[in-house]
């Protein structure tokens, strides 16, 4: 049994990546290819069918992808945009369970108000992974990734929160608004605190004890985990545990790793939560057959698609009114807010509404749902639940991720006028450090620049690159360097870098140069084209 259930998984890992390879060559974003790969695979005659086990989902894949979320996320952007974010992630969600709620009521046979809250607590939240991967490569101002990623942190608990309450309150049949209300304020504050709590442990034992890089990447790993676990285990959001312990650790990481500590860890992340956003998704399109087979005839495919496409239309229009009335209300009634709105545009507003795709918190949240009341009986429509749920899923998920990157070519987002170009922003960061080390040197190293033949030589270096950098700097103010002229800068530093790379693998046949060196100069190299790929000076 166990030698069938790892090769099962070895099976998905290794179609997941050639799916992504086949995603990447036809230029269709993963999260939506594998969705329909697993669409297509899952009503194959004679593949076994794959449970999606709620709890593993919640358990072994939502905290991982939380915290690299929220290591991710910058600080500084989230604190700029927190009444935006606020009002997306906590406001949006509750107004959409809400108006899904009493939209089911009206238009779906049978659908209590409880049942509506639970389906709308189920649908509400975006997802981020899905969002972030499909504009992976569109040019777009920073706001909008700014307001995406902040709203993805928080949207995931207070949706679930809604979910539990609903959930509560069609298993018990009791519902009070005022309890809800404040339970709602309890389990996410301390959910908070808990998170914090953990996250002052691990930043305690990352500071004090003697780590090395290995270490601190399996510490990074048991982090999320041990924020959620304990979190739930006291009833509280184990979400905001995650989140708001990542954003704590992420603040401190240059305290707490060192340079090679922080290249591993951000490594290892990446492939470890690649592989797993690749597993969630293919999933989705595997368990709709189940999903099908459990409608059974009580309510007509025809009908339950009907269903789920209208609450998928309901979903983007409540998106729509709630962004362009609180953006433009906030502005009206907070100057401060101007500053945090400069930099949306009506085009960023479309953007954004477009981006809310739902993904796994909502396909896992709907199979977390109970087969049974406490009385026994069985729980009722919760095959049309988890049906409504997956076409939200695929319809916000498929129709508008394909069309987005051809929206946003379509509005020609105007860019920022009130920051300095990315280019620019590096150049003169990299300016200031020079200059920096410049002066130190100056400061405290005055004799040895003057009597130290390597220090004579590495001051001379700064300075010119301190000169080429305000060159440069210089000519980007005055137009005299366009696109164009980059771009061949950047595939000539590109292209020299491969050369080297090339006389490396060389080297490596003479046996006077010792294996760790040579490790070393092409570690150095990769982080130049890294460097070189990213940002142009």
């Known amino acids: 049994m166990l030698h069938d259930n790892l090769i099962l998984?070895?099976?998905?890992l290794l179609g997941v990546t050639i799916l992504v390879m086949i995603g990447h060559k036809l230029k269709v974003s993963y999260p939506i290819f594998l969705v329909l790969s697993g669409l297509i695979i899952g009503f194959v005659p004679g593949i076994p069918h794959i449970f999606v086990d709620p709890d593993i989902i919640f358990l072994l894949f939502l905290p991982p992808l939380l915290y690299e979320a929220a290591w991710t996320t910058s600080w500084k952007d989230f604190w700029e945009y927190k009444g935006a974010i606020f009002l997306m992630a906590v406001g949006l969600v509750l107004i959409t369970s809400i108006a899904v709620a009493y939209a089911s009521v009206a238009f779906i046979p049978g659908f209590t108000l409880a049942l509506g809250f639970l389906l709308g607590g189920i649908v509400s939240p975006p997802d981020a992974?899905?969002?972030?991967?499909?504009?992976?490569?569109?040019?777009?101002?920073?706001?909008?990734?700014?307001?995406?990623e902040g709203e993805s942190l928080i949207n995931d608990a207070s949706s679930l929160i809604v979910f539990k309450f609903a959930l509560a309150a069609v298993i018990t049949g009791n519902f009070v608004f005022q309890d809800a209300a404040l339970n709602f304020v309890v389990v996410a504050g301390f959910g908070i605190l808990i998170?914090?709590?953990?996250?002052c442990i691990f930043y305690a034992i990352h500071r004090w004890l003697p780590t090395n890089e290995n270490i601190d990447t399996v510490l990074t790993l048991l982090t999320p985990y041990f924020m959620y676990i304990v979190a739930e285990h006291f009833k509280v959001s184990g979400v905001m545990a995650v989140v708001s312990g990542g954003l704590f650790l992420c603040s401190q990481s240059h305290v707490i790793l060192t340079p090679n500590s922080r290249v591993k860890v951000n490594a290892v992340w990446s492939a470890t939560t690649f592989m797993m956003n690749g597993v969630v998704f293919i999933l989705i399109g595997l368990a709709l057959p189940d999903i099908v087979a459990g409608l059974g005839s009580d309510y007509p495919l025809k009908t339950a698609i009907g269903y789920g496409v209208g609450i998928s239309l309901l979903t983007l229009v409540v998106r729509f009114v709630w962004l362009f009335?609180?953006?433009?209300?906030?502005?009206?009634?907070?100057?401060?807010?101007?500053v945090r709105y400069q930099g949306m545009t009506w085009h960023s507003s479309v953007v954004i509404v477009w981006a809310g795709m739902r993904g796994v918190v909502s396909l896992a949240a709907a199979l977390s749902v109970p087969l049974l009341l406490t009385d026994q009986t069985a729980f009722p429509l919760r095959n049309l639940i988890l049906f409504i749920t997956f076409v939200v899923i695929l319809v916000t998920l498929v129709f508008q991720g394909l069309s987005l990157p051809f929206i946003i070519r379509l509005l020609k987002i105007p860019e920022n006028t009130f920051k300095l170009s990315e280019q620019e922003q590096s150049s003169q960061i990299r300016l200031r450090l020079i200059d920096r080390s410049l002066e130190r040197m100056q400061q405290n190293y005055q004799s040895q620049c003057i009597h130290n033949e390597l220090v004579v030589s590495f001051k001379a270096e700064l300075e010119r690159s301190l000169v080429d950098k305000k060159n440069a700097v210089q000519a980007m103010r005055e137009g005299k360097v366009d696109l164009q002229e980059l771009k061949v800068y950047k595939e000539m530093m590109v292209d020299l870098i491969h050369i080297q790379r090339h006389e490396l693998h060389l080297l490596k046949k003479d046996k006077n140069y010792d294996d760790d060196i040579l490790r070393e100069e092409e570690k150095r190299l990769d982080l130049e084209e890294l460097s070189s790929n990213g940002k142009l000076f």
């Open 129 to 148: 992974i899905a969002a972030s991967t499909v504009l992976k490569g569109v040019k777009i101002p920073k706001t909008i990734n700014s307001l995406l």
């Open 195 to 199: 998170g914090l709590g953990i996250g």
């Open 325 to 338: 009335t609180t953006s433009r209300l906030t502005r009206l009634v907070n100057k401060k807010t101007r």
């Open 9 to 12: 998984i070895l099976v998905l």
